[in-house]
């Protein structure tokens, strides 16, 4: 599968669809998330996907922009969720969220080994305290 295309259904499977099996079927067992949520496992990494369909659902992702050059996809992402249960220690609000995060994926043969990115929490939080 090409990388891109990879990359793509990862964000149509794991946030419109809800598919965090994705993950297990699409990422290496040695996944490693260099992001502040530090998966280091493709069991963790859909363990983590599974906590937040409590926390933000529904949730969106729309890929704004995206580019590969060798075995590395950079991806910008829109989302767009509701706020449904505890988030950043925030107890749900019922509000739609908006926010857009850049990622890049390292690819190796054929499944997603290694993702660096971060959502902007600062953002995150005040949309979520907002009165």
């Known amino acids: 599968m090409d990388n891109k295309i990879l990359v793509r259904d990862f964000f ?3 946030y419109t669809n809800r598919d965090s099996g994705f993950v297990m079927r699409h990422f290496t067992p ?3 998330d260099h992001s502040p949520l530090a998966a280091r496992s493709s ?3 859909a ?3 599974s906590e937040l369909y409590t926390q933000l659902n529904p949730i969106r992702a729309s ?3 995206m580019a590969a050059s060798g075995d590395i996809v950079a991806v910008l992402v829109s989302f767009t969720a509701v ?3 505890p988030f950043m220690g925030v107890a ?4 739609t969220l908006r926010w857009q995060a850049l990622e890049h994926f390292r690819i190796e043969n054929g499944q997603i080994a290694e993702s660096w990115g971060a959502w902007p929490d600062t953002q995150l ?3 979520l305290t907002a009165r």
């Open 83 to 85: 706020h449904s249960g």
């Open 43 to 45: 069991a963790q990494a």
């Open 92 to 95: 749900p609000t019922g509000r």
């Open 30 to 32: 040695h996944y490693t």
């Open 12 to 14: 149509t499977a794991a």
């Open 125 to 127: 939080y005040a949309q």
């Open 63 to 65: 890929l704004v922009h």
């Open 47 to 49: 363990y983590a996907l």
